[in-house]
């Protein structure tokens, strides 16, 4: 009896390793983000390199960079200040955009790159 423990015991972890690490997983956020980290709609970050110039409060006329926010906490709302993530997506993580089309989630593998340029 005690034989057969020792084999089953690291048989049945291995399993439970191998479907929490792949059967599991949900989505990481992807939201589209300005240069402070607030959440804007998505089609800043598609269409990037084509906005029109924006004039702060001072007067100065720039042109904004958006860019794609993976992973952190937080919600999909504009205005949201997001955190705990990065610009570049981890290989081998899927991102959803919170775009809903008939009740599902638009998501997608992360092999893409930014969205936009910037300094960082």
């Known amino acids: 009896m005690k034989r057969s423990l020792h084999v089953y ?11 929490l690490t792949t059967g ?19 089609h800043f970050c598609q269409a990037n390199g084509q906005q029109q110039p924006v004039q702060n409060g001072s007067g100065v006329v720039y042109y904004p960079t958006y860019r794609y926010y993976y992973g952190g906490g937080g919600s999909y709302a504009p205005g949201t200040i997001v955190t705990g ?4 997506p981890m290989a081998g ?10 009740g599902f989630g638009s998501s997608h593998g992360g092999g893409g790159g930014e969205g936009g340029g910037g300094g960082e």
């Open 9 to 19: 015991a690291p048989l049945l972890a291995a399993t439970a390793v191998v479907i």
């Open 24 to 42: 599991c997983r949900r989505p990481q956020m992807q939201r589209c983000v300005d240069e402070q980290n607030r959440v804007v709609d998505d």
């Open 85 to 88: 993530g990065d610009y570049t």
């Open 93 to 102: 993580a899927s991102y959803s955009t919170g775009t809903t089309r008939g």
